[in-house]
């Protein structure tokens, strides 16, 4: 716990120095945030287990704030979940989200933003999972930390290996189309961990509400990387 406290201040201390994420400007006019918890009245009246009728859904609510790109879900408590079986837990539901979702094109360009090397990777493709999936391992004054970059294209795993060096500014996927992506509306879940705790390719993006304490600790605010205003 120690430290991912240190990680979360030393990612202040570098949030100037990051690059982007994504190939498009997230503090413009055209970017809103976009709510995905049980207030959402679009939602509920939407059939999420239809793909289809949910990437309408997040195409309407842009439009009704004339925006082409949405933000949010950091520690959201999201009912939309309930979709997959994947989150299923029949003690209590996997409603926490502990990544930031950015809902935009599918092909749009995914970019380290600082140096490191591959982690792991895996195409996680149960329905509503992650589909292709890239962790990258970073390192800041001594510290070791990861980045998750989630519902990428398929084509994306192709060409990785383990340990591959990656620098700033590299280009390392594009967001992916559905269902490859998962079966999502196209966005990039991204995801700061602490530790990966011996995992590969994988790593909670959602847990119990009842674990909120634990995962904040594990899991620092992604936007200390991404710098988008509309999240501040």
Same mark, same amino acid.
């Given at each position: 716990?120690?430290?991912?406290?240190?990680?979360?201040?030393?990612?202040?201390?570098?949030?100037?120095?990051?690059?982007?994420?994504?190939?498009?400007?997230?503090?413009?006019?055209?970017?809103?945030?976009?709510?995905?918890?049980?207030?959402?009245?679009?939602?509920?009246?939407?059939?999420?287990?239809?793909?289809?009728?949910?990437?309408?859904?997040?195409?309407?609510?842009?439009?009704?704030?004339?925006?082409?790109?949405?933000?949010?879900?950091?520690?959201?408590?999201?009912?939309?979940?309930?979709?997959?079986?994947?989150?299923?837990?029949? #003690?209590?539901?996997? %409603? !926490?989200?502990? =990544?930031?979702? @950015?809902?935009?094109?599918?092909?749009? /360009?995914?970019?380290? $933003?600082?140096?490191?090397?591959?982690?792991?990777?895996?195409?996680?493709?149960?329905?509503?999972?992650?589909?292709?999936?890239?962790?990258?391992?970073?390192?800041?004054?001594?510290?070791?930390?990861?980045?998750?970059?989630?519902?990428?294209?398929? #084509?994306?795993?192709? %060409? !990785?290996?383990? =340990?591959?060096? @990656?620098?700033?500014?590299?280009?390392? /996927?594009?967001?992916? $189309?559905?269902?490859?992506?998962?079966?999502?509306?196209?966005?990039?879940?991204?995801?700061?961990?602490?530790?990966?705790?011996?995992?590969?390719?994988?790593?909670?993006?959602?847990?119990?509400?009842?674990?909120?304490?634990?995962?904040?600790?594990?899991?620092?605010?992604?936007? !200390?990387?991404?710098?988008?205003?509309?999240?501040?």
């Amino acid at each position: 716990m120690e430290q991912n406290k240190n990680l979360g201040d030393i990612l202040r201390r570098h949030t100037a120095t990051f690059g982007p994420v994504l190939d498009t400007d997230l503090n413009g006019a055209h970017v809103c945030r976009l709510d995905f918890t049980a207030a959402n009245a679009l939602l509920q009246q939407t059939d999420l287990r239809n793909t289809e009728a949910f990437n309408e859904a997040v195409n309407q609510m842009l439009q009704e704030q004339s925006a082409t790109i949405g933000v949010g879900g950091y520690l959201e408590n999201r009912f939309i979940y309930r979709r997959s079986q994947h989150f299923d837990v029949a #003690a209590e539901s996997r %409603d !926490l989200h502990l =990544g930031i979702d @950015v809902w935009l094109p599918a092909g749009t /360009a995914v970019f380290a $933003p600082l140096d490191g090397k591959v982690h792991s990777f895996a195409d996680n493709a149960n329905f509503g999972d992650y589909g292709p999936t890239i962790i990258l391992e970073h390192e800041l004054e001594g510290v070791t930390f990861y980045t998750l970059y989630g519902h990428l294209n398929t #084509a994306c795993l192709s %060409d !990785l290996s383990v =340990g591959k060096p @990656v620098r700033k500014g590299d280009k390392i /996927a594009e967001v992916g $189309p559905h269902p490859e992506n998962g079966d999502w509306p196209p966005h990039l879940h991204f995801q700061v961990i602490c530790s990966m705790d011996g995992k590969q390719g994988d790593y909670p993006g959602v847990a119990r509400l009842s674990e909120r304490t634990v995962y904040e600790h594990l899991c620092p605010n992604p936007n !200390l990387i991404l710098n988008c205003r509309h999240l501040v």
